[in-house]
């Protein structure tokens, strides 16, 4: 089977998120304020988790309505950093 073309491949994005419980306060804000077809858009990957912070991969499209979900839930969190490649996103 070819691979695919990388121009027909999904682009992501990471994002560097603070706050507290951040897998459950995350994947709460996006169902809130995207719903279920927006959560499946942002095709939402964990790459790490502390107690603190997570590094979450999504969709490159969506970076602007999980931000927006993330600002608006009542735990707070915030994006510390967006990178296109995870070097780029722990040289911080």
Avoid: H, W
């Avoid at 491949?9 to 809130?32: S, T």
């Avoid at 790490?48 to 707070?76: F, H, Q, T």
Wanted: proline share 4%; hydrophobic share 35%.
């Amino acid at each position: 089977m070819k691979s695919l073309k990388p121009s027909m491949r999904e682009k992501k994005r990471y994002l560097l998120v603070r706050g507290k419980n951040p897998r459950q306060n995350i994947e709460k804000a996006i169902l809130e304020f995207i719903g279920v077809l927006g959560m499946s858009k942002t095709c939402l990957n964990f790459i790490k988790i502390n107690s603190n912070s997570a590094i979450i991969s999504i969709n490159r499209e969506m970076v602007d309505p999980v931000r927006a979900s993330l600002c608006v839930y009542p735990e707070k969190m915030t994006v510390e950093k967006v990178s296109g490649t995870l070097k780029g996103l722990k040289k911080k």
